[in-house]
Nanobody, 128 residues
């Protein structure tokens, strides 16, 4: 059981990337999913979250209006579309999943210790 991130890379400031988080042995549609990032020498920080049913999302202030989290349950994948990238967005990006019941399918989670499964991370580098 694992999460696999992809889509990272090197991009110039103002550019875009789309990160993918695919479940392997894990049915993503039954999980709430979050994206986190960690820059060198800094603590891991929350970026975005989406509820199990996809109806609710939440973003940290620094990415609001630039990043969009979405899910495609048919592809067992959650995405993070990142536009208008800034050098400050440079970090390793991780997705994480938390199993939730149907009664909590509209809830999103913003702290790392609420999540059980984590991916290996994908590097995003934004040049100025």
């Amino acid at each position: 059981v694992q999460l696999v991130e992809s889509g990272g890379g090197l991009v110039q400031a103002g550019g875009s990337l789309r990160l993918s988080c695919a479940g392997s042995g894990l049915t993503v549609s039954t999980y709430a999913v979050g994206w986190f990032r960690q820059a060198p020498g800094q603590e891991r920080e929350f970026v975005a979250a989406i509820s199990r049913n996809g109806g609710n999302t939440y973003y940290t202030n620094s990415v609001k209006g630039r990043f969009t989290i979405s899910r495609d349950n048919a592809k067992n994948t959650v995405y993070l579309q990142m536009n208008s990238l800034e050098p400050e967005d440079t970090a390793v990006y991780y997705c994480a999943a938390k199993g939730v019941t149907l009664s909590s399918s509209g809830t999103y989670y913003t702290t790392g210790n609420e999540y059980y499964y984590w991916g290996q991370g994908t590097q995003v580098t934004v040049s100025s």
